[in-house]
């Protein structure tokens, strides 16, 4: 039986391209849950989790099964962040962004993969870990030796085959947060029994790293379908902080939210808005 997931982190209104997300993984699988994504202890709020699911309601959606909310669900990323430590796959970072940056910039900074690699390597120092604040990374050169390229299967058939450089030694725990989306989304979707993720084009960056976390944890492998992202008509992403395209904004203006939902379906888009090309 095929399962879906929509899985919206509540740091703002649905926009239309939430909404067409929304609606192709509907759509697309006889089961589709939602999964609030609200690790993210700066961005996220309540308030915006009222309206996720009152725009859901508004354009005629109704998901299978309870809401899933990652804040309620920290052990069990504790567990999967445990597991891979258990291997020695991950290591306690102590840089900042800062840190970060200027290593980077530094002449023999390896700025293609976004860290340096500082804190790889380090002798483990447990009062040092027990006294400041770190994040934990994966060591994706002994995560690739253990598993493999990995690589994943589009809804049409294709497949991509991971590049190293795609993957890099991605964070998986912060500092001010539990777990990282890349963790939390594997584990999710492997409790949720999810065979087909549906999200935008945008987000096909983060399947790299973590198709390789659900090798590292026997989790088992969905398809994908990444979508094409909606724009306005002039090409401008939609952004969160736009007013226009959210979701609430249009049922304020009287637009019929389940009329919406059935163009949508049909790759129709109302007038002032465009995919972006591939
Ligand atoms: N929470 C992510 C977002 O709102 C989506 C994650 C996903 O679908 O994998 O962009």
């Given at each position: 039986m095929s399962v879906s997931r929509f899985a919206p982190s509540p740091t703002g209104r649905l926009h239309l391209g939430h909404a067409y997300s929304a609606v192709l993984g509907r759509r697309?699988?006889?089961?589709?849950?939602?999964?609030?994504?609200?690790?993210?202890?700066?961005?996220?709020?309540?308030?915006?989790?009222?309206?996720?699911?009152e725009d859901l309601a508004w354009l005629g959606l109704a998901a299978d099964g309870d809401l899933l909310v990652q804040?309620?669900?920290?052990?069990?990323?504790?567990?999967?962040l445990e597991q891979l430590r258990g291997e020695g796959l991950v290591y306690p970072c102590f840089c900042t962004r800062a840190d970060i940056a200027a290593s980077l910039t530094a002449p023999h900074g390896d700025a293609a993969s976004g860290y340096p690699g500082t804190c790889r390597g380090l002798a483990d120092d447990p009062a040092r870990r027990s006294s400041t604040p770190h994040s934990w990374r994966l060591d994706s050169g002994k995560a690739?030796?253990?598993?493999?390229?990995p690589s994943w299967t589009e809804v049409d058939g294709r497949i991509f085959v991971a590049r190293p450089h795609q993957i890099g030694d991605a964070i998986l725990a912060r500092k001010d947060a539990p777990a990282s989306y890349h963790l939390?989304?594997?584990?999710?979707?492997?409790?949720?029994?999810?065979?087909?993720?549906?999200?935008?084009q945008d987000l096909r960056l983060s399947t790299p790293v973590q198709r390789l976390l659900q090798l590292l944890l026997g989790l088992r492998e969905p398809t994908y379908l990444h979508h094409r992202l909606v724009t306005h008509d002039d090409g401008r992403r939609l952004a969160k902080r736009d007013q226009a395209p959210t979701l609430a904004a249009m049922r304020a203006a009287g637009m019929d939210g389940p009329a919406l939902a059935e163009a949508l379906a049909k790759?129709?888009?109302?007038?002032?808005?465009r995919f972006a090309s591939a």
């Open positions: 697309a699988a006889a089961t589709w849950r939602v999964r609030l994504e609200d690790l993210d202890p700066t961005r996220s709020r309540p308030e915006f989790v009222d309206g996720i699911l804040s309620r669900r920290l052990r069990l990323y504790a567990d999967a690739l030796d253990l598993a493999g390229q939390a989304c594997v584990v999710d979707d492997a409790a949720s029994d999810v065979t087909l993720v549906v999200r935008g790759d129709c888009l109302p007038s002032g808005f």
